[in-house]
């Protein structure tokens, strides 16, 4: 696609609960990154694929966190047991390859735990 | 490890007047540096980057940045500040040996009309 597709862009759950965040990158893009932003904090770095190798899970905060890409495509964030601190905005961004690439990140999705 | 300092939570500037929004920041290596910034309700937009060459590196909407190695920053620029840059900016970095980006906490920036 044109751009980094993210679903669904708002997500209310009750605490306890599991959810799946959806991240559709740019076709062709073989790097792929989640970010957690919470209330007034910076971007804090979840998990990182790239291509075909082991992915990066240094950043992720528990093992409630989990996520997966198929077909080196579509990523999926998995939260498990939701809690109340789990609630921020997860952003997901891919890139291309090259020395010179930026992120191209999309819309978002904001997860409230109730 | 790397890491940013963006000392400003807040940056307020009136419509018209230059702007600065400033980052420093600690890496090994050589940096890759990176201006980031995000409207309401929306992702990140890519600004400009430094990846080596020029100091001054030229980006999106007149914004500049400068590459100062000796104080470590990379601070963001405006000449003429617009109500509608009004928004959260980001600074991150990386090593040239990494590919996973290290930010900022944000600068909200204000331009007042």
């Known amino acids: 696609g044109a751009g980094v597709s993210q679903s669904p862009s708002n997500k209310v759950t009750e605490k306890g609960k599991d959810v799946e965040l959806r991240c559709d990158p740019i076709?062709?893009?073989?790097?792929l990154y989640w970010y957690r932003q919470s209330l007034g904090q910076g971007l804090e770095f979840l998990i990182y694929?790239?291509?075909?190798?082991?992915?990066?899970k240094s950043g992720l905060p528990s093992d409630r966190f989990s996520a997966e890409r198929t077909g080196g495509s579509v990523s999926t964030l998995t939260i498990q047991r939701t809690q109340q601190e789990d609630s921020a905005v997860y952003l997901c961004?891919?890139?291309?390859?090259?020395?010179?690439?930026?992120?191209?990140f999309g819309s978002g999705t904001r997860l409230t735990v109730v | 490890a790397q890491s940013v300092a963006q000392p400003e939570d807040q940056v307020n500037v009136a419509e018209g007047n230059p702007l600065t929004v400033k980052c420093t920041y600690s890496?090994?290596?050589?940096?890759?540096l990176f201006w980031y910034v995000q409207y309401p309700n929306r992702g990140l937009q890519f600004l400009l980057k430094?990846?080596?060459?020029?100091?001054l590196v030229k980006g999106s909407y007149g914004f500049e940045a400068e590459f100062n190695k000796s104080q470590t920053s990379f601070h963001l620029k405006k000449p003429s500040a617009l109500v509608s840059d009004s928004a959260l900016y980001f600074c991150?970095?990386?090593?040239?040996?990494?590919?996973?980006?290290?930010f900022g906490s944000g600068t909200q920036l204000t331009v007042l009309p």
């Open positions: 076709s062709g893009h073989t790097a």
């Open positions: 890496v090994s290596g050589n940096p890759y």
């Open positions: 430094y990846i080596t060459g020029d100091n």
């Open positions: 961004a891919s890139t291309g390859d090259g020395a010179n690439y930026g992120y191209t």
């Open positions: 991150a970095v990386r090593p040239g040996s990494a590919r996973q980006l290290t």
């Open positions: 694929f790239q291509g075909n190798s082991a992915p990066d």
